[in-house]
């Protein structure tokens, strides 16, 4: 008994002693004054890298997004893009070819300068297939980038070029009115060659070789655990916000950052579900609250091609019994915006009088004249496809196999999927039929392109809904061509109302982000488009 | 003696590769790609592209000699998820912070389970018996995702006199509610075997004969029971350390320890290969070595057990 | 009371012919903990078999507008996030734990014990494949075992289907989606029973009573069967009742992630698993289900250290 016991503590202390210990926090750089540090929560599964060439920008994105700056960047607050690297750019009248200038004196967090040959370097590494970038198409709109992604062309080929050390010159393969907010996005960010070359995959990992160039600058990544950046000095322009700022990494981080927040351990927390319920009731809780908006819509995806959901009426039904109102507010205790119509509020071309909206009477009709009255004949194994970790997908689809029974008398089978195997299923829609599923899209910029043309237009077909519609078709890709911003509008619009009307998919919600902020901390925004926040536009009062 | 070991410790080469190639197999066989992510779908030609690069396209049957290949001169493989980090070095890195934790929370289990069982052993049917019976079942009744969100609710919150979560070293306040969420189970689990085992050897001849000496019951409780009670609680020791190592994933997820039962989770449901092949290496080779050390144990315990 | 010694000519008081199973019982019975634990098990197998007529509601009809509600009348544990009665939602996912616990004890009894016995009797080729497998899969982490198999399944499931998978399918979908689950407690209960078996019988087959029956020409099955089998069930039916709450936690365990029973069926494991979501904002989400399941893995504790306690021949009764 006693060998056991000094031989398992001979064996801790053993192994204890071999494990290198962890550093403590790092100090931030600075003076005399009083050091101000945010701290933030984060998804832990997802941040898998720092490198922006190759981040898809789901994780990660934030983090990335506050160590480095591309040639514009896109307003927190208004939406405009504004110059970032670049001081100025022109374009050329027949809208193919960019020429940027950088400001001068750039530099790197390490102090080294820096030249237009980085971002060159930099966007052809991304398109490299070489590298493994999961966001590379990004860039494909520049003349020869596409060829080079797909392994038909070459490096060179690929029309940016670094004329001299200021000037960086691109063209297009045809006119893109929204190519500078790809300019602006994180797989345009520039990259530093030699620590690359040097350190290859682990050139992210440590503060010696981590070189950026934007606000902030990495002190330590402890993967799966924190991140912490400080000050970049060497950054060109201002920077009010805190001295550091430290991610802590949670696995759920809804459900952790709020704990985490009551213990006053993060300065931010990210609310789903009963802890908004909870918020709202408490005396504190409730004044730290914040709603942001964030363009995206969650839908129910429809395959318009199989029965009953070919028939229109029967689309627009389910559409019109689908209380939306309740859905949000009750099933999921008001974490998302109530749904208006099938893109998202505020993309030019979206109309809230196109929607179908909520009338359970006309549903019922509709129904009925679609030969189903009552739920009469209604066919068995109608099926709702869902992923089985998604907390939502999953209180969605029992609230919604109840409202449809309660007010249509329509069964349908719920079928929750392990989330890869949905994932695959969901890609093998492309040509074979299915009934319905949840899935979602946000923007990646402000544009009807990023919408209607690359999600909804018959060829993209991007959720698999297969729905064709050859008017529809036609007007966006008027609308893609079309340079008068006026008439673009108006030309979407006329788009919106054929999608509504035809309903292929039944709106959900909103997306949006529910926070909890501490009071000292001011300026904690969340722009409406990708949302991610901003460290120096933030001030900790503390 | 030696021959023993030997022989056992040859055993372990072909259940690894049993073990392994049953795992390839089903792994492959499950559909899904590494790279879909229903939060950002990622368009055909990048997904084409990725596995491209990761020789996910060659046949499988090269894929299966390729990784062994590998595996024999030391490099278990790039992580699919992970850019920065190889499978190697997520698992140097996991695997001893999950050891600490497990041998910790075992230490504690053994120190207030063995005990608490040989009390109520000693007790037998009196109410302390009972009591202790009813505090190391409620150490059973809770599944390991209840008992740390309830720990963590009420000395994090409620008391607020440690933190939600986090790794700092097994020395530090961190440690306190992994290791008590831990090892509660195996610390009733050992409680009860303790308690049944010391019960059954009571009865027993060499018992009745140290009592006839005179001597106080809890020096033959100690001297001379406890060394052949142990044998099952060993044994069950060594089960319940095994999977104290791997299965304490739900406690290292919810309190966000760097640990390596999440990496395997996050491996299967992510579709990570490499990754996911190298832990179940890992964690068969360790869950052999601790049978093998618990059956030698044997020996110290009960001198009649020898070994050809 | 006379104190001579018998004679031939007076009665000898007749006593019931003891027997292993007969004196077992009177043991258990003298056990209150365990009786208490056996009358609540055979009440919530009752109450799982008649959900239908026992639960106040159905465990699917929701009520938007009395969600998340304390106990209180008409709702005696509450309702959840959909407005579910939470007890009758509670009432009907005793089945799936149960089931669980069925299927379990089955596996054990129905290869667990056969194959330790047969590797434990015949020896040679036949004890070390069959110990060998058992080695193999007990290298597997069994927590971790059921997940690649779940994962597996459901995902092979997922997609269009032969025939054979239209079976199983279909299996799946009776059982309520538990038939991963099912095949890997399968595939790891029953390893432990083997070698518990197989070394009883190798301790016993070697003792006189068994050299007795081969004299008098018993053939190995009637060795193996009437011998053995009895001598061997008392550890087993102990291992088993003591699987039960590894297998029921096992199960919310995998709800807990996903992996579990499909909705809107309602299992403990799942109710656990939003309860713990929701745990600050309305505990008795949590609550119930919580102290339920915690009551029913006592019972079967208390169950299996009674019956361990009274089938054990040197146990010396105070």
Redesign the interface.
Known sequence: ?R???AL??L??LA??A??P??SGTPSPSGGGAKQTTLRLPEA??IV????PG?S???AGLEQIQNMFEALAYVDQVTGEIKPGQAEKWTISPDGLTYTFNLRSGLKWSDGQALKASDFEYAWKRATD??T??????TLWPVKGAEAF???KGTADAMSVKASDDRTLVVTLERPAPFFMHLAATWTAYPVRKDTIDKNG??W??TKDTFISNGHYRLVEW?????MTVEKNPNYWGENNGPDTIVW?????VA??S???Y??G?VDRAVLV???I??AKADGTLSKELKKFERQGSQWIILDTTNAPLNNVKVRQALSLATDAK?LNE??L?DAYFNSVSIVAPGVPGQKKENALGYDVAKAKQLLSEAGYPDGKNWPANVKFTF?????ES??I???V???WK?TLGIDIV???????????????RKD?PFNMYV?GWGSDYEDPNNWYNLLFHSKAD?FYAHWKNSEFDNLIDQGLKENDVAKRKATYESADKIINTEAPYITVYHWARFDLIKPYVEGLNHYRVLGRIQGYLVRVKK | MTTYVLRRLLWVLPSLFVVFTLTFILVHATPGSPWDESDKPLPAAVKENLARQYHLDDPLPKQYVDYLVNVLHGDLGPSYRSVERSVSEIIGATLPVSAQLGLASMLFAIIVGVPLGALAAVKHNTWIDYVSSLITVTGLATPPFVRVSLLIVFFSIGLGWLPTGGWEGIFDSRAIIPILAIGLGPAAILARYTRSSLLEVHGQDFIRTARAKGLTETAVVVRHAMKNALIPVVTVAGVTLANVITGAFFVERIYSVPGIGRQFVDSVSGRDYPLLLGIVLVFALLISLVNLLVDLSYGFLDPRIRYR | MSTRAATLDAPVPIRRPASLWRDAWHRLVQNRAAVVSLVFIVLLLFIAVFANVVAPYSFEQQDLDNTDLGPGPGHLFGTDGLGRDELSRLIFGSRISLAVAVVDVLIVLLVGVPLGLMAGFFGRWLDVLIMRAVDVLLAFPSLLLVIVVITYLRAVLDQPQGPLLAVIGSLDGITGGLLGVFIALGLVSWLTVARLVRGQVLSLKEKEFIEAARMTGATNGRIILRHLLPNTLAPVIVAATFGIPGAIATEAGLSFLGLGVRPPLPSWGILIAEGVRNMRAFPHELLFPAVVLAVTLICFNFLGDGLRDALDPKMKVD
């Open positions: 008994m060998k056991l016991i398992s503590l064996v801790v192994v204890a071999c494990t210990s962890s832990a599964k898998n890298t720092m490198d190759i898809s920008g789901g297939p070489a493994k970038s999961r966001y590379a198409q992604g797909t392994g995959d682990k992210t990992l402890k993967p799966e655990q924190s802590t990494l949670y696995d759920d459900t952790k709020v704990l985490a009551e213990a351990e579900g009963a802890d319920t909870r309740r009750v099933v205790k992923a089985s970790g998604a907390a999953k209180a689809a029992e609230a196999q109840g409202i309660s719920l079928e929750p999927m392990e989330d890869k195997a949905f994932d695959n299923w969901r890609t093998t074979q899935s991007f």
